[in-house]
């Protein structure tokens, strides 16, 4: 099955694998953007039939371009939203284009008779505020936004998925509407312009943190997530659906592990002694990067990705191969230096 869709936030990393992926399989896509400036060098990075690629301009926070943009698809990917390194300083900055940018683009799709909405959400929108003993997590969990781990980033995207579930049921019953909700997205890189997700995996090859944090996370690989969308779009009786995207949860020392079983002398720096979390706790203080995440020291969230499975037949890759992709792009794209 192919025919035209919508992908908004083309210059994104998910974005960018999903593109590929529908024009591989015969789509024609329209994106957006935020600037049409930016329209060659994207279309540098992605590198498929131009033909088969068509931009518009449109931002998640005004109604210009909306209309053009989804004019004549069948399907939507509403991929965009803002997922920054540092924390803002206000949760608004978040929120507010999280939430009317997937109400905006819910507005126009229906407008034009789109069938299927698939909507990029996160783990954000299940994993968090549920207390420090509760560790594995499916489809069924809904972050509690009024918990204190529930950081900006967290509750834009369980609010924009709320509100997007919310505004369906109430407008446009006809339309299915299902969201992806991956963990934390790895692998290769289309360009030096990476996703705030890679950051760990750079901050360990150029050994710019002095030992491994006690995080953890669930690592997924962006190409799995790329197709877990596709498969979203393509398959029968998706309304109301909801996916977690996840591989298997690792913590830091892991991933250290594996960057230098995989890279060998590339990986010299990174460390190899464990960082006590008092110290996380004073990093924190002067990194911004790490203040957004500090809460989370030994937190264990382990979201199962089972029922992508078991409906729709997805696999994840090795995370080893997510993990090494995404160290040896950053070198090869000069991102970091070893
Ligand atoms: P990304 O590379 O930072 O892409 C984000 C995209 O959103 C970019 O195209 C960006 O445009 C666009 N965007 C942000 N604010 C916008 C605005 N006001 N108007 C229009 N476009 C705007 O991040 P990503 O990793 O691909 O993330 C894509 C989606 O996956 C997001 O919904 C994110 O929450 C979700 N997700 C990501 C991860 C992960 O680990 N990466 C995990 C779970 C869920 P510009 O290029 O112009 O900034």
Not at 283 to 306: H, K, Y
Request: glycine letters at 8%; one cysteine or more.
């Amino acid at each position: 099955m192919a025919g035209q869709v919508f992908v908004s936030g083309g210059s994104g990393y998910i974005a960018g694998f999903l593109i590929r992926q529908l024009i591989a399989e015969g789509w024609t896509v329209h994106t957006s953007i935020r600037n049409l400036g930016r329209e060659a060098e994207v279309r540098g990075w992605l590198g498929v039939d131009n033909s088969k690629l068509q931009f518009f301009a449109a931002d998640l926070l005004g109604d210009d371009g909306w209309a053009e943009a989804v004019a004549g698809c069948s399907h939507v990917a509403h991929v965009a939203s803002p997922l920054p390194s540092n924390a803002p300083k206000d949760d608004d900055e978040l929120i507010v284009p999280a939430r009317e940018g997937a109400l905006r683009a819910l507005r126009f799709a229906h407008a034009a008779g789109i069938k299927r909405f698939v909507m990029t959400s996160s783990v954000a929108a299940i994993a968090y505020g549920h207390g420090k003993t509760r560790q594995h997590f499916t489809e069924a969990d809904w972050t509690n936004i009024n918990s204190p781990d529930a950081y900006a980033y967290v509750k834009s995207k369980t609010i924009a998925e709320r509100a997007a579930r919310d505004w369906v049921a109430a407008n446009a019953p006809d339309m299915e509407y299902v969201t992806v909700n991956p963990s934390l997205v790895l692998g290769p890189l289309l360009a030096p312009d990476f996703s705030t997700s890679l950051e760990a995996i750079k901050k360990l090859l150029e050994g710019s943190i002095p030992g491994l944090p006690n995080f953890g996370f669930s690592v997924v690989d962006v190409r799995d997530v790329a197709d877990l969308h596709v498969r979203c779009l393509t398959a029968p009786d998706m309304a109301g659906e909801r996916f977690v995207a996840a591989g298997p949860f690792l913590w830091m020392k892991d991933v250290a592990a594996i960057l230098k079983d995989g890279l060998g002398e590339q990986a010299r720096k990174v460390p190899r002694r464990k960082l006590p979390d008092f110290l996380v706790r004073i990093s924190a203080l002067f990194d911004p990067v790490i203040a957004q995440v500090v809460g989370e020291l030994g937190n264990v969230r382990d979201t199962s990705a089972q029922h992508a499975m078991d409906v729709l037949g997805w696999k994840t890759r090795d995370p080893k191969e997510s993990i090494v992709d995404t160290a040896r792009d950053m070198i090869r794209l000069g991102v970091v230096k070893v």
